[in-house]
Structures are given as C-alpha cells and as structure tokens.
C-alpha cells in the first residue's frame, strides 16, 4: 500500500477504511493505513498505560500495539475471529490498532463530509476530524496524527517511571 | 550546483583539517622550530581556504586567508613563533570550529568576530619588527652604519630595491647571500635588507630576499654584482623615487607580497566536493595531506568511499534480522530429517556470520576518532588550571563500534577533566613532594575479547579517603561507627554516590555534583563498567570496559512469571541459585545471603508487573546480582534459560521515554523478548 504522505484527495474524494470498535462504524484516511492483520501474539510491554497491549513482530519490525477501545475508554470485548490490527503510520511512529472488525474500503464525495456534530462523546472528541454520512450510516472519520500528542507520550513515558519504586 | 548536497561532504571534509590545524599548531607549540608542522598547517588551511571559497563561506574563507598569511610568514621565519602567536592560531581555529559548526546546524554563518582578524593581522605587524630591526642601519658585514633611505635621497643618491633569488637547490643560502652583500658593497651602500642579515647570514629565509641600496651605478651594474655569486639565480632591480610619504617604512613586508608556494603545489585540483568526477582528485588531495601531516605511522592512503553512518546503521539492522532468522532456520533444521536442508543451512550460517563480522567491521572506527581532539583539550585546561601535564596516549589504532565510540566521547571528556582538576597537583605541589612538576596523564585502549578496555591514569594526588570520609559524614551517607571503619575502597565507592562531590571550590570544570555518577550511569547503560582504582599520592585509575559494539551484545535469557528478558551480561556480575527457605526479610527488605554477605533482593516480577509477579515464589529461584552505580543488588528471577547473542532494536519514539528497557530483541522463534536495562529499571 502507497504510504507516501499525499494531499487530500481533490475534486471532493475521500478514500477511507472503515472498522468498527463495538457496533459503531469508524474510518481512517488510508493513506494513513500500511496493513491490515489478524491479531498476532503480542508480547507484554511494562510499565505502559493499559492501551499499550504489547509489542509486536512484523516481518522483523518491532513496533506498539494499541487497544483503540480502551484508548477511547469504551467497553471491553474479547478479540475473535474478526479482530484485526491495522497497521498505521502516525509521524515516525508506526504502530498496530486492535480494531472489532475491519468493513471495507471505500471511496466516497467529500460532500458527504461533515465537521464533528456536538454531540459526539467526548472520549473520541478530540481524535475525531469530523463524520461522513453515507444513506444511514454514519462513519467517525478519525484523525490518527492526534491519536497520540506530546501529553500523550510524556504520559506514557511519566507511566513507565511510575513503575519504578 | 546546489550547495546543500555538498553541505555535508564540506563538513566531514573541514573537521579532518580542522583537526590537522589543531594537531600541526600543538607540534608547532611543543617545538617553535618545526617547519614540518607549518607545513602542514599552511597546507590544512589553504585547503579548507579553496574548500570554504567554493561553498560561499565568506567568513571562513578570510579567516583562513588571514591565517595563511600569517603561517607563509612563520614559514619564511619572518615571523618568530611565541607563545601568543600560538594561543592566536589556536583562538582562529576554534573560530573556524564554531563557524563549521554553524554550517552544520545548519543556521545562518555568523561572522568572523573582526577583532580576530584585526589580531591576525597585527600579528603579521609584529612580525615585521625584526624586519624594521633590520631596517635599522645595517650592521652588514664591515660596513660602516648605513643611512636611512630618506637620508640617502636627500643627499641625492639613487635607491634601488633589489629582489634576489637563490637557487631552491641552494645548500649554502646564508653563505651566498653574504657573498652577494658583499660584491653590493663595493659598489653600492647597503641600506637594509629584508630579512634582516643575521637571517640571511644564518640561512634562515626561503630563497628570496630583499636588499635596498643607495648607489651612484646604474641597474645593470647591480644586477651583475649580484649574479657573480653563484646559485644566485635572479636579481631583480628596481629602482626607487623619493617620496614625500617614505613609502618603504616598514619594507615591503611579507605581507604584502603573494604566498610563495604557487597554489597549484599544494592543492592537485579544485576542492574537491564529492562529486564523482572529482573523488580521484580528492583522492590525491588526500594523499598529499597524509604526506604533509605526516603523523609517524600514518598508513599510506587506501581506497575509500564515504557513507553516510544512517547507511551503516541500516545494515546493521537488516544484518540483525538475518541473524534472527538464521537462528530461526537452525531450530527448523534441526528436527527435521532433511541432510539436504541441514547442509544448506550450516552454508548459510557461515555466510551470515561472516556477513556480519563484515558490517561490523565497517561499522568500526579507531579510537583514535575521539582520542585526537584530547591534545588541545588537554593543554588549554591545564593552562587554565596553571598546570602542567603530558598527556600521552596508547592504543589509538583499537578500533571500536562507531556509535559506541560516540557515546563514550562524553564520559571520557569528563575523566580526564577530572584528572586534570582534581588529581594532577600544582607545579608547586607536585615539587614539594619530589615529582617531576609536569603530571603524567595517560589514556590507553586496548582489546580484550569482545571487549574494549579504556583506562585512564594519572601520577596525581590520588583519592584522598580522608577528605571523602569527612564529607560523607558531614553529608549524613554515614553513621559515625560505619566512618570509623572507612577505608579506601569504600572512599571510590562513595565517590561514584549520585550528587557526592568533594570539589572544594566551583570550577568550570567539575566540582558541581554532576560527577564520577553520571559518567558510570552512562557507560554502563550501553553495556560497559567503570571501575576506579586510587593510591593516595601516587594517582587514580579509571577503568572503563565497552562491548565492542551496541547492536549485537550477549545476554542472558531469563524466564519471569511466564515471560521472557533479556539482561545484557556487562550488567550483571553472577547468577545464584537459592530455595525458597534462603530468603529472609531485614528491615522490610528480602535478602539472601551471598557468600556470608548480606545482599538485598528485589523482585523482577513485581518490578515488571508480570502476571502472578507479586505472589509467592515457586520452589527453588535464580539471584542476578548486578551492580549499578551506587548499589550492588540481587534481581529474583525463576530461571536463566541460557546465554545468547542477541541484537537489539531500539524501542521507537512511542515508547522511548519508558524506563527500565534498552530495547527489544527478536528471538528465534519469533518472539519479542525487552531488553531490561538494569540501572534505570531499578
């Protein structure tokens, strides 16, 4: 998959993955998206907060995996056949997204885009670029670059020195 | 041509004559004779002229200019070398120091600093006061004191400034020289001469010299007195007009005349800047460089190219994950029953293990690569501290991983300062006890197996265990029974104590409480060790022991509530095991004993959080002892699984700040096994 960082899409085009953490749909722009996995044996990572899930092995890389539910602090579940990692680059940074399931890719007009309605619980609030409406469905658009801010990583990092005694 | 691809290559090219003019200006210090050095260091700064001049660094290049003209006229011994001169050379290279710097980061070059250059140039000033001694009435030999020039005009004689030339073959330049003043003074009056004539007498100019006169003879007649001497190989006459200015007040000095070495003599080509059609040239360039620098046992200039160290580290890693993978294949191999498969796979294993003794070769650089910028390091801090020292280095040829290296620039800078400051004794001092009033400050590296050995020594005072008992008390480290019982190993222990400084006054140098700590920490946190050894009186000794390289350490595999981590073995001393009826509780703190000594333990699993970590511990457990700066401490573990190889990857930017792990290493099957680094896990 072409991960060369590129312009949004013109003449109104969005092209989006689209998953769900519980029975909602979410999306991510695709250009942010490297792969799609199955849920593969992670190893424990201390001393992080609980959404660090562990560390994974892809072909010899080595990077995080996050559990986009308790991120957004939302119900637990139990990963099974459907659970999938998608595998992103945030920055520099890539990482693996514990996600319910993964929909379909698709394109749709930039028409059906809209910017974050109120509403919206505030847990996802602050990642959230805004909603596309497709017919009956709604789709979350996610913004994955502010998945993780500076807070964020001083957080992480603060946990991991909190372990110590 | 864009500039900024060159950028780099400028770079890496200025720091190498940034070090030479540092090297040839210390030889130059330690002996004001030494023309080689001059040679060399006129060489080093007209290369980094013609190399400044093609990227448009203005500031550099007049630097550099300024500087030539000073070294041509060191290098003609129109300019005496002293000590001033000296501490000038050394104050324009740390300006062209920080000026690359500048270029590195790469911000807008600031300008040279004018005071430095209006120095330079008063320099070349000063260096025609021997010039103007000799314009003085020239003591030539049985003339009468000459007159001044205006004097010879006014009284209506003819001036004539003869510029003569002896062969460059010329052995016997100070007996020709006088032999031409002489046949001058038959018929001419001798007015001065440039260099002066003690100069020429003593032969101690290149072969051009300037002799002015006053004489009723033509040009022609001059000009032939000269040439019967022979190898006088020219004599230029000229002559000159009164004027109401006196115009050769100070003679024309060297400065005003052009660097007598043609340009082309030194440098083969145009800078060269990287580009594929001039690396031959660079080539040569860099050879002559070599010749000039010529450091005793300089190897003679191989073929080389540059790669940017990303590149290396690139491959490092991909080498890393064939290791991993070759370990992999190993374990398929060998419970299947296929001969074809195993024979293919020992191949392979000794083509991967040469692959990557390979890269790690490449990877690995001199030491030499930090050692070379202590000289001047050396000397300007004990100049600062009034004090004398030799610094003398062994080893430089061992060759060490390149980041390694890097990392470990930064603790030695801050031992041997603290040699200088704290261990090597006044001049005064050093007397007073019967020691020669230069300290000896040595640093040597060496190979032992998979590792490098450092060691620095000095003949100074020593740690003075007194002084450190006193302190510690005074600080509350020590109960007044445990102070009675110090002794002098307990004094090293104390003083690499985080924040424990005995420094009685603030220097710039050390004395602040980031002290023998820090240095410790750090080494040890890619793997290596300090050890200090001290004799009062007699002196101290650093011991600092490195893997050969970061990327591929050996480490111990251990098994924790079901997990699996790898601990580096430069962390660790032993590993002990014990039943469960050997732990024992001391003040709140589990303990085992080791060897009669009491050793406190601490739980891995609890540290690690591991599942089940906080619960009983199964039958029988393994001790880790390692030793971090300031406490020697047993780590629980339930088993060592065995000693490996492992190769590390470092932790990506999302997990970078979490303490305690070095890193993660792949193992054989698969499987992610963290690195536990064990002075900031505990």
């Keep these: 998959m072409d991960l060369t960082p590129q312009p949004a899409p013109p003449a109104g085009e969005l092209k989006l993955v689209v998953f769900k953490l519980l029975a909602e749909e979410f999306a991510a722009s695709i250009h942010q998206v490297r792969e799609v996995i199955r849920l593969p044996g992670l190893t424990r990572m201390p001393r992080t907060p609980a959404y660090v899930v562990g560390l994974m092995n892809l072909r010899g890389k080595v990077f995080p995996v996050i559990d986009l539910k308790r991120r957004f602090r939302m119900e637990a579940r139990a990963s099974d056949g459907r659970t999938r990692v998608m595998v992103v680059e945030v920055g520099e940074q890539a990482m693996g997204l514990v996600v319910d399931d993964v929909v379909e890719v698709l394109r749709t007009s930039r028409d059906h885009f809209e910017p974050p309605p109120a509403m919206i619980a505030e847990n996802t609030g602050l990642y959230l670029k805004g909603v596309v409406k497709l017919g009956e469905r709604l789709l979350l658009l996610l913004d994955l670059n502010r998945l993780f801010s500076a807070e964020e990583l001083a957080e992480i990092a603060r946990a991991g020195a909190e372990g110590k005694p | ?682």
């Design chain 2, 1 to 682: 041509m864009d500039l900024n691809e060159y950028r780099d290559i400028f770079i890496s090219e200025a720091q190498e004559h940034l070090q030479q003019l540092n090297e040839g200006t210390l030889r130059l210090e330690k002996d004001h004779r030494d023309l080689e050095a001059v040679h060399s260091l006129f060489r080093a700064s007209h290369t980094l002229k013609g190399m400044a001049a093609t990227m448009g660094f203005d500031g550099i290049t007049e630097l550099t200019h300024q500087m030539e003209s000073v070294l041509d006229a060191i290098r003609s011994e129109s300019l005496p070398v002293t000590r001033p001169l000296i501490d000038l050379l050394f104050a324009c290279i740390d300006q062209l120091g920080n000026q690359i710097g500048q270029v590195a980061g790469g911000s807008q070059v600031p300008e040279i600093p004018a005071d430095l250059i209006v120095r330079l140039k008063r320099g070349m000033e000063s260096s025609q006061e021997p010039g103007e001694a000799a314009a003085e009435p020239v003591p030539a030999p049985g003339a009468a004191p000459g007159k001044s020039l205006e004097e010879a005009w006014s009284q209506g004689k003819r001036v004539f400034r003869l510029a003569l030339e002896v062969e460059k073959s010329c052995t016997f330049r100070g007996v020709r020289a006088v032999m031409a003043l002489r046949n001058l003074e038959k018929v001419a009056e001798i007015l001065k001469t440039e260099p002066g004539v003690s100069r020429l007498e003593a032969g101690s100019f290149d072969f051009r010299f300037d002799v002015w006169v006053a004489s009723q003879e033509g040009p022609e007649e001059l000009r032939r007195a000269c040439m019967k001497v022979m190898e006088i190989a020219d004599c230029g006459v000229e002559a000159l007009e009164a004027s109401p200015a006196p115009a050769p007040a100070g003679g024309p000095g060297p400065a005003s005349r052009e660097p007598v070495t043609p340009e082309d003599e030194i440098m083969p080509a145009p800078p060269a800047m990287g580009t594929p059609a001039a690396a031959p040239a660079k080539e040569e360039a860099a050879e002559l460089l070599d010749e000039g620098t010529s450091s005793p046992g300089a190897a003679p200039a191989k073929q080389s190219v540059r790669v940017h160290v990303d590149r290396l580290d690139a491959m490092m890693n991909l080498v890393g994950e064939l290791v991993t993978q070759k370990i992999r294949l190993g374990q398929i191999g060998k419970s299947s029953n296929l001969k074809e498969l195993k024979d293919s796979l020992s191949q392979l294993e000794r083509v991967v293990d040469e692959l990557q003794d390979e890269v790690m070769s490449v990877r690995m650089v001199p030491v030499d690569h930090i050692f070379n910028r202590f000289p001047r390091m050396v000397r300007d801090l004990a100049r600062d501290l009034g004090k004398e020292v030799e610094l003398r280095m062994e080893g430089k040829e061992i060759e060490c991983d390149r980041t390694l290296l890097e990392e470990v620039s930064e603790p030695l800078v801050h031992l041997l300062r603290n040699a200088l400051d704290h261990g090597i004794e006044s001049p005064a001092e050093r007397r007073a006890q019967g020691k020669p009033a230069a300290g000896l400050l040595r640093l040597m590296a060496s190979r032992e197996k998979n590792q490098v050995l450092i060691e620095i020594r000095d003949d100074g005072r020593g740690i003075d265990s007194e002084k450190v008992r006193q302190s510690a008390l005074a600080k509350g480290y020590l109960s007044q029974t445990e102070a009675s019982m110090f002794g002098e190993a307990d004094a090293v222990r104390f003083i690499l104590m985080p924040g424990f400084s005995t420094a009685e006054k603030v220097t710039s140098l050390s004395g602040r409480g980031v002290g023998l700590d820090v240095v410790k920490t750090k080494v040890e946190s890619f793997g290596g060790g300090l050890k200090i050894e001290s004799r009062k009186g007699q002196g101290t000794a650093f011991h600092l022991r490195l893997p050969l390289t970061l990327a591929i350490i050996q480490a111990l595999m251990v098994r924790v509530g079901g997990e699996i981590y790898a601990v580096p073995v430069a962390n660790t001393v032993e590993a002990v095991e014990y039943g469960p009826a050997d732990l024992r509780v001391m003040q709140n703190q589990e303990v085992v004993l080791l060897r009669e000594q009491v050793l406190p333990v601490l739980r891995l699993g609890a540290l690690l959080e591991t599942p089940g970590g906080q619960g009983p511990l199964p039958g029988t457990f393994t001790v880790l002892v390692a030793e971090t700066a300031d406490r020697r401490v047993g780590l629980m573990v339930d088993e060592v699984i065995g000693q490996q190889e492992i190769a590390i990857k470092n932790l990506g930017g999302l997990l970078k700040g979490v303490r305690g792990f070095g890193g993660v290493t792949v193992l054989g099957d698969g499987r992610i096994a963290l690195i536990l680094d064990i002075p900031s896990l505990i």
